[in-house]
């Protein structure tokens, strides 16, 4: 064997043991990727089924919640907005019988009431002087919200003729 054939068995070996490094690299490699693989496969289906756990709780955690506050507010349950309902009625039925006993009562000393205000208005000489007095004191309540306005109006009046009188001796 020549020098050249050596050295051309020497590079072919060379190369083999190349490929055959490389080919080993692959299957470690490959095994490697298989259980990082499987690794991650199963840190995905511990953290799925740690989620769906989680997803429980908050499930019935918020229909504990739901549950509650319906309860408390009284929704959803018509035994309780029947009972609700009852006792509304019983009270609007209560107040009614109050409200028509104050009208009776009102229309029961209304009528002699207001033939009294019908004479005091008009007073003649021989009505006494409490009528009269109860009159007045009508007429005075009357009068006085007109007059509040009336003032108002006169003052207003006043200002806008002081107001012409000095802008006409200013104006020689």
Same mark, same amino acid.
């Given at each position: 064997?020549?020098?050249?054939?050596?050295?051309?068995?020497?590079?072919?070996?060379?190369?083999?043991?190349?490929?055959?490094? #490389?080919?080993?690299?692959?299957?470690?490699?490959?095994?490697?990727?298989?259980?990082?693989?499987?690794?991650?496969?199963?840190?995905?289906?511990?953290?799925?089924?740690?989620?769906?756990?989680?997803?429980?709780? #908050?499930?019935?955690?918020?229909?504990?919640?739901?549950?509650?506050?319906?309860?408390?507010?009284?929704?959803?349950?018509?035994?309780?907005?029947?009972?609700?309902?009852?006792?509304?009625?019983?009270?609007?039925?209560?107040?009614?019988?109050?409200?028509?006993?104050?009208?009776?009562?009102?229309?029961?000393?209304?009528?002699?009431?207001?033939?009294?205000?019908?004479?005091?208005?008009?007073?003649?000489?021989?009505?006494?002087?409490?009528?009269?007095?109860?009159?007045?004191?009508?007429?005075?309540? #009357?009068?006085?919200?007109?007059?509040?306005?009336?003032?108002?109006?006169?003052?207003?009046?006043?200002?806008?003729?002081?107001?012409?009188?000095?802008?006409?001796?200013?104006?020689?």
């Amino acid at each position: 064997m020549s020098t050249k054939d050596t050295f051309e068995d020497m590079a072919r070996n060379a190369w083999l043991a190349g490929l055959g490094s #490389i080919e080993s690299s692959l299957k470690v490699l490959g095994k490697s990727i298989d259980a990082a693989q499987e690794k991650s496969n199963r840190l995905y289906n511990e953290l799925l089924k740690r989620g769906e756990e989680m997803q429980g709780n #908050i499930t019935d955690t918020k229909n504990d919640i739901e549950k509650r506050s319906k309860k408390f507010f009284g929704i959803g349950s018509t035994e309780l907005q029947e009972k609700k309902l009852a006792e509304l009625n019983a009270t609007v039925d209560h107040l009614t019988t109050v409200v028509v006993k104050l009208i009776e009562k009102r229309d029961a000393t209304s009528p002699s009431v207001k033939p009294v205000q019908q004479k005091a208005v008009k007073a003649t000489p021989k009505t006494t002087s409490k009528t009269k007095a109860t009159a007045a004191t009508k007429k005075a309540t #009357i009068k006085a919200k007109p007059k509040a306005a009336a003032v108002k109006k006169t003052a207003a009046k006043k200002s806008v003729k002081s107001a012409t009188k000095v802008s006409s001796k200013k104006a020689p």
